[in-house]
């Protein structure tokens, strides 16, 4: 559907020419036939290890549905990937989330029963074992790698209509997003490419495509990828069953006021009773200048310096109070659970 | 840059081919030969040829190079965007994103890598909706060269940076790969904007456009959205280098900069369309009267710059500042004539705020098409809009008897009133309108 449009475009060519050492390229359209033809084939090497994943839910509440389930057709499966021939599919957690049955559709057209077999919360996926698969099929084998640089190719691969292949390609936009789990993309993510395999220009894999977040629009040009080498260290323990559930966040239990300059800081507004600053009294009016080793500018440098820690570590805080700095030890506490 | 060379030979495309190229590298759907096993899709893969592959790569390498050029002077500035553009520490980002901040105020922005600076506004722009900032800073720092936006064109690749959604942490950019869909539109309070595809999302205010050669062609500023649903629609705004150019040095001498406008006349499109703008009366006493403006006068350039329209004059004037000098051709009988016309300052404008006080914060980032008024993201507890019933959410529509259509003008209409005011806030909730009633409190 898209080569005659490219066939007769008439774009820069220069955009071309900037490769040195290669002939000028005669013609914009050649160009971007060529560039048509090389992500067709990396996502070519992708396309034999992607299966669909179906499944059977209870009524799951309108609020929470995606506006882009509605548009679908009933049933229309969102996307998985193989990584052991004997029938294991990683996909998003939020494809399987809540289901009654989960069932794996593959390229072929056979629908195998499939159990989750683990979850990993914080990177978004979920095991799942199909039952009854044929013997090898192709697979992926996640590697720890070296992330890619920002600006390089990213091509998904999720399961289309009919169990063909279907392609969205786009940049890798960020790398280390969520302390170091995910690849940020621009390529198009919706429901049924979610799960799906996301490799590079070469076709080598890059992770697997996760929802990560609510507050980031489905198909907004902002998709997140888990990363390969965090899958390759993760596949071990969910092949075992083990879930990793989302790890407990720290949380000081202070209301946070204005940010100042000089010293630099956050003043505190409030501090929760019970909590890891009112244990280490905290006052309301002091100024946080520094966690630890990290100085403390605005309302995000201190979350920022929060995640170096887990619930139950020790932190020295220094904090301006009436114009004099003081140290107070805090053992911090654990977040309340809550959405990104 | 080699390619910058070769591109000035490069054929022109239109908007719709751009337009496809665009979906050539997004949304496919491909009913690949992978279909048929084993054997046959190797065969495909070799035929495909290294060729291919290699350009593939070729490509990339630029898109990266420009993205290691560029990515080091981007910051992160009160939940948008901003990028360094001198080594003394100048920067750009948009008026919406800094408009609760008055000039001369000084804050911690982030530069890439989570360094933290303070920043001090120093100029700003509503109307462009550019604002100028100075980081504090005893070394040089990471910085983008200005390119030229008139030399883009549609169909182009570009780069966006900035931080949707928040997502920035170590203050790392997000990278956007998209092209100049449009150029020199005149549309949604920007004069002469560029339009790209590459996606744009809130908290990408105020962050760079950027050619392959890690230039900045553009700030970009606004989105268009659908049914109320701040996200990419793949039809983002950005201001055009060319127009931030005109305005830095005025920005740099500090203070609320204004456009200039052609005072005293009025224009209509010329027939046959295309042909450059009309126009019809010039008042006595006028800017335009002393310039040599005549009534049946066809304004065909300004500096140079055709202008097919009475839009595009209207979009080209408004990329000035007040006070600039702009030379103007008018086709007069059957000849030409360049005119010297001095752009002055409309004439009511606040300069600076009273200090009144509502206490939200408000999306700034979307051109809702169809959607009315100012959307209030925040409330402030304890402030008077908070005892008013304003909600996050609700939209205002207007404030004190004046329309707002954007978060500059209603800063605009706030600072102009004194603390202890009291105002009615005309809201939309849910479909349905709302009046409130608030008393401004003081900064």
Redesign the interface.
């Known amino acids: 559907m898209l080569t005659p449009p490219l066939r007769r475009l008439g774009v820069c060519a220069a955009v071309l020419a900037l490769a040195a050492g290669l002939p000028p390229v005669a013609s914009a359209a050649e160009v971007l036939a060529a560039l048509e033809r090389a992500f067709r084939q990396a996502a070519a090497r992708a396309a034999p290890a992607v299966v669909g994943i179906e499944v059977e839910r209870d009524a799951v509440p309108a609020a929470r549905r995606e506006v882009a389930e509605f548009l679908l057709p009933p049933g229309t499966p969102a996307s998985g990937v193989v990584v052991a021939p004997e029938g294991l599919v990683l996909t998003s957690a939020r494809n399987v989330a809540g289901a009654r049955e989960v069932r794996v559709v593959l390229p072929a057209g056979g629908r195998l029963l499939g159990e989750v077999l683990a979850t990993d919360a914080e990177l978004d996926l979920a095991l799942v074992r199909a039952l009854d698969a044929p013997a090898d099929l192709p697979a992926v084998a996640f590697r720890p790698a070296v992330p890619p640089p920002v600006g390089s190719w990213l091509v998904v691969v999720g399961f289309g209509p009919e169990g063909r292949p279907s392609v969205n390609t786009g940049i890798v936009s960020a790398i280390g997003r969520f302390d170091g789990l995910m690849l940020q993309t621009d390529a198009a993510i919706n429901h049924t490419n979610r799960g799906g395999l996301a490799v590079d220009i070469e076709g080598r894999p890059l992770g697997v495509v996760v929802h990560r977040s609510d507050r980031v629009g489905v198909n907004s040009g902002v998709g997140f990828v888990a990363a390969a080498g965090r899958i390759a260290e993760r596949l071990p323990a969910l092949s075992r069953g083990e879930s990793i559930a989302p790890r407990p966040r720290p949380f000081l239990g202070i209301r946070l006021g204005e940010e100042r300059l000089d010293p630099s800081g956050i003043v505190v507004a409030g501090v929760l009773p019970g909590s890891a600053a009112a244990a280490a009294e905290l006052l309301a009016g002091d100024l946080i200048h520094r966690i630890g080793e990290v100085t403390i500018t605005d309302a995000r440098s201190l979350s920022r310096a929060l995640r170096r820690y887990a619930p139950g570590d020790r932190v020295v805080v220094v904090v301006v109070r009436d114009g004099v700095p003081r140290e107070l030890e805090l053992v911090l506490g654990a977040r309340p659970e809550a959405d990104e | 840059?080699?390619?910058?060379r070769?591109?000035a030979?490069?054929?022109?495309?239109s908007a719709r081919?751009?337009a496809?190229?665009r979906?050539?590298?997004?949304?496919?759907?491909?009913?690949?030969?992978?279909?048929l096993?084993g054997r046959a899709?190797a065969d495909?893969?070799q035929e495909?040829?290294d060729?291919?592959?290699?350009?593939?790569?070729?490509?990339?390498a630029?898109?990266?190079?420009?993205?290691?050029r560029a990515?080091p002077a981007f910051i992160?500035v009160s939940g948008g965007s901003g990028v360094v553009i001198s080594p003394e520490g100048w920067a750009l980002t948009n008026h919406h994103v800094v408009a609760g901040h008055r000039i001369g105020d000084?804050?911690?922005v982030?530069l890439r890598g989570?360094r933290?600076y303070?920043a001090q506004l120093v100029g700003t722009d509503p109307q462009g909706d550019i604002a100028l900032l100075k980081l504090e800073s005893e070394q040089p720092l990471p910085w983008v060269p200005l390119g030229d936006s008139d030399a883009l064109?549609v169909?182009?690749?570009v780069?966006a940076l900035g931080n949707?959604?928040g997502?920035?942490?170590?203050a790392?950019?997000?990278?956007?790969?998209g092209v100049v869909s449009a150029l020199h539109l005149n549309r949604g309070g920007y004069s002469d904007a560029i339009q790209t595809d590459?996606?744009?999302?809130p908290g990408n205010s105020g962050g760079p456009l950027l050619n392959?050669a890690g230039e900045l062609v553009g700030i970009n500023g606004r989105i268009a959205v659908r049914f109320g649903?701040r996200?990419?629609t793949g039809v983002g705004y950005a201001i055009p280098s060319k127009q931030i150019g005109r305005f830095l040095p005025v920005l740099r001498q500090g203070g609320v900069v204004r456009h200039g406008r052609l005072q005293g006349v009025r224009v209509r499109t010329a027939e046959p369309r295309g042909s450059g703008a009309e126009v019809t009366s010039v008042a006595r006493d006028s800017d335009a009267a002393r310039a040599g403006l005549q009534a049946g006068d066809r304004i065909v350039a300004v500096d140079g710059t055709p202008v097919p329209s009475a839009t595009r004059l209207l979009g080209v004037l408004g990329t000035y500042p007040a006070g600039a000098t702009v030379t103007v051709e008018v086709v007069r009988g059957s000849g030409t004539t360049a005119l010297q016309v001095e752009l002055s300052a409309p004439v009511q404008q606040p300069v600076q705020g009273s200090g009144a006080w509502l206490g939200v914060r408000l999306g700034g980032a979307s051109e809702d098409t169809g959607q009315p008024g100012v959307e209030v993201t925040e409330v402030v507890p304890g402030s008077p809009a908070a005892a008013a019933g304003l909600r996050p959410g609700d939209r205002i529509v207007s404030l004190h008897g004046t329309a707002v259509q954007s978060a500059p003008e209603l800063v605009t209409v706030i600072r102009g009133l004194e603390p202890g005011t009291r105002i009615e806030i005309e809201v939309e909730r849910g479909g349905a309108r709302l009046t409130l009633a608030a008393t401004l409190g003081r900064r």
């Not at chain 2, 630029?62 to 290691?68: G, K, S």
């Open positions: 840059m080699s390619w910058q070769r591109r030979s490069a054929g022109q495309g081919q751009a496809a190229v979906r050539a590298a997004a949304v496919v759907a491909l009913a690949l030969a992978a279909l096993p899709v495909e893969v495909a040829a060729g291919a592959l290699e350009l593939a790569r070729r490509l990339q630029e898109v990266q190079a420009a993205v290691a990515a992160t000084r804050w911690w982030r989570d933290p303070i064109r169909g182009e690749l780069l949707p959604f997502l920035a942490e170590d790392e950019p997000t990278v956007t790969l590459a996606p744009l999302n392959l649903n996200m990419n």
